[in-house]
């Protein structure tokens, strides 16, 4: 399988080799929440990281499940919300082979796709979609990070860019609801940005929870 391994991510956290990581919640969550634009409900985080949205999340009321494929990030968010005393469902779990029990009232996914090889994007879009429910939302944040390599058709990341125009067939609007753009784009410190999109699943063809 190409891409980066569950090695290459532990690795990552072991040596503080987090570059993505704000070191605080995502803005655009903060703006989604404070202003009421996502309330309180059942959310997956996948692709959690160090958890600092997954905390906030709690803190603020949510039922959180978090995912993420490194044992040292789980285990970071497990001490960050037992320091707090707050409780959320956090699981070590490959996104691309994770189950749901039941499905989610909203989606946080903040680069966990960019940090997918691009060849597993339509599958990981396809198990976003069976996870959700019907009247459920995925609140995205595509990473903008396009590498010179790509000109000569070379695959480069993690982060892979997540180009909107890739994004409009990963995410096809016969499965998903696409809003109007222009799209917020948020400025990540480290010089990369992302687009925050809302998208909705339509309910055609609709796979149930394996
Ligand atoms: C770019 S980091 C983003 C972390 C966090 N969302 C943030 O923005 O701070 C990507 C995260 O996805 C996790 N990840 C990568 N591949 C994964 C997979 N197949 N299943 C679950 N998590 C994965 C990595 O361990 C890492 O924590």
């Known amino acids: 399988m190409a891409g980066p391994t569950v090695d290459f991510w532990n690795e990552r956290f072991r040596s503080h080799s987090t570059g993505w990581d704000r070191g605080g919640v995502h803005p655009q969550l903060l703006h989604c929440v404070t202003s009421g634009g996502l309330q309180p409900c059942r959310i997956l985080v ?9 905390e906030y999340l709690a803190a603020a009321g949510f039922e959180v499940t978090a995912l993420d494929y490194s044992e040292q990030a789980v285990a970071l968010v ?33 680069t966990c796709l960019c940090a997918l090889y691009p060849d597993d994007w339509v599958g990981y879009a396809q198990q976003l979609h069976r996870w959700l429910q019907p009247q459920g939302r995925l609140f995205v944040q595509f990473m903008q990070a396009a590498k010179p390599g790509a000109e000569s058709g070379k695959i480069e990341g993690p982060p892979y860019h ?9 995410f096809p609007a016969t499965q998903w609801e696409w809003p109007k753009p222009p799209y917020p784009r948020v400025p990540h410190p480290g010089g990369s940005a992302e687009l925050a999109v809302v998208l909705r699943p339509i309910q055609y063809g609709r796979e149930p929870l394996r």
């Open 162 to 170: 997540c180009d909107i125009l890739a994004m409009r067939a990963v």
């Open 78 to 110: 497990e001490q960050r919300l037992q320091q707090r005393g707050l409780k959320a469902t956090v699981l070590q779990a490959d996104v691309r082979q994770w189950q749901a029990p039941t499905r989610f009232d909203a989606i946080w996914e903040q």
């Open 46 to 54: 996948p692709g959690c990281g160090a958890g600092h949205e997954v």
